[in-house]
């Protein structure tokens, strides 16, 4: 089984920045693909950004990007989710989530593990 666990998440003014990470467990992190999803109040969960097991293939929402970049770091075990130019429809909970497969996917039901989420809110 893999553990992912998130963190980095915050209150930030409009505008700002905020860097998510998400430690992986395991010695198969390499081979994963990673997504980030998220969940706004009273909104389903969204894609938001995903890279392949290298990081050499990234894939983001037309909603964040140009803003957000997703990148890796293989031998940490860690993702991280680089968010600027924040608006207020950023907020919401912040899920990282890990694929077997390591072809990167926009599908929730792609994902096998995923972490505990953590709160992204932008202020006005």
């Known amino acids: 089984q893999v553990q992912l666990v998130e963190s980095g998440g915050g209150l930030v003014q409009a505008g700002g920045s905020l860097r998510l990470s998400c430690a992986a467990s395991g010695r198969t992190f390499s081979t994963y693909a990673m997504g980030w999803f998220r969940q706004a109040p009273g909104k389903e969960r969204e894609f938001v950004a995903a890279s392949n097991w290298s990081g050499r293939t990234t894939y983001y929402a037309d909603s964040v990007k140009g803003r957000f970049t997703v990148s890796r770091d293989n031998a940490k075990n860690t993702a991280y989710l680089q968010m600027n130019s924040l608006k207020s429809e950023d907020t919401g909970v912040y899920y990282c989530?890990?694929?077997?497969?390591?072809?990167?996917?926009?599908?929730?039901?792609?994902?096998?593990?995923w972490g505990q989420g953590t709160q992204v809110t932008v202020s006005s």
């Open positions: 989530a890990a694929r077997k497969n390591g072809l990167l996917t926009t599908t929730p039901g792609g994902y096998e593990y």
